[in-house]
């Protein structure tokens, strides 16, 4: 009885991960973005390290919840600060793009993660902070329904320029 209570704490220890605070807070401008098919959206987000040491920003990490929406982590790269003092923020800047695929099917795709990596040297990589984000995708009309709303508003000019000669 003794080696099962010993074994079933240590698997309960094992898979039970310790929780940790962020050191970096990430603050997106807008946690949803919507777009269609084919289109990319920027999203852009102010960082705040909320330690009491500098913390440098090496890397990143992401997942999205569709192989339909594809991150770019470019911006990230480009735009963030090197570091931050303990308590500094940055300015408001481009952090990640979402590319989504054509054809996507409407609706809102959530548990999406960008993680920001880095620690106490430029050599870390450990993670300092996450955010969720979710990228709701609307219909794009069909290329007939354009052409009917089209051909409507060309007959109600017509209309009205028939009207006004009489």
Same mark, same amino acid.
């Given at each position: 009885?003794?080696?099962? +209570?010993?074994?079933?704490?240590?698997?309960?220890? *094992?898979?039970?991960?310790? #929780?940790?605070?962020?050191?970096?807070?990430?603050?997106?401008?807008?946690?949803? /973005?919507?777009?269609?098919?084919?289109?990319?959206?920027?999203?852009?987000?102010? +960082?705040?390290?909320?330690?009491?040491?500098?913390?440098?920003?090496?890397?990143?990490?992401?997942?999205? %919840?569709?192989? +339909? +929406?594809?991150?770019?982590?470019? &911006?990230?790269?480009?735009?963030?600060?090197?570091?931050?003092? #303990?308590?500094? %923020?940055? %300015?408001?800047?481009?952090?990640?793009?979402? *590319?989504?695929?054509?054809?996507?099917?409407?609706?809102?795709?959530? *548990?999406?993660? *960008?993680?920001?990596?880095?620690?106490?040297?430029?050599? #870390?990589?450990?993670?300092?902070? %996450?955010?969720?984000?979710?990228?709701?995708?609307?219909?794009? &009309?069909?290329?007939?329904? /354009?052409?009917?709303?089209?051909?409507?508003?060309?007959?109600?000019?017509?209309?009205?320029?028939?009207?006004?000669?009489?």
């Amino acid at each position: 009885m003794t080696k099962l +209570l010993v074994l079933s704490l240590m698997v309960t220890t *094992f898979l039970c991960a310790a #929780a940790q605070a962020d050191s970096i807070d990430i603050t997106l401008t807008e946690s949803t /973005l919507t777009g269609s098919g084919g289109g990319t959206l920027t999203f852009y987000a102010t +960082l705040t390290n909320v330690t009491n040491g500098t913390i440098c920003l090496n890397g990143d990490s992401f997942a999205t %919840s569709s192989v +339909l +929406l594809t991150l770019n982590d470019n &911006p990230f790269l480009k735009n963030a600060p090197m570091s931050l003092a #303990a308590g500094q %923020s940055s %300015s408001p800047f481009e952090i990640f793009q979402v *590319f989504i695929a054509p054809g996507t099917p409407p609706g809102t795709y959530a *548990f999406n993660t *960008f993680t920001i990596l880095g620690g106490a040297s430029d050599t #870390a990589f450990d993670v300092m902070g %996450s955010t969720n984000f979710a990228v709701a995708v609307s219909p794009v &009309p069909e290329p007939s329904t /354009l052409l009917l709303l089209g051909a409507g508003l060309v007959g109600l000019a017509l209309k009205k320029q028939y009207q006004q000669r009489d």
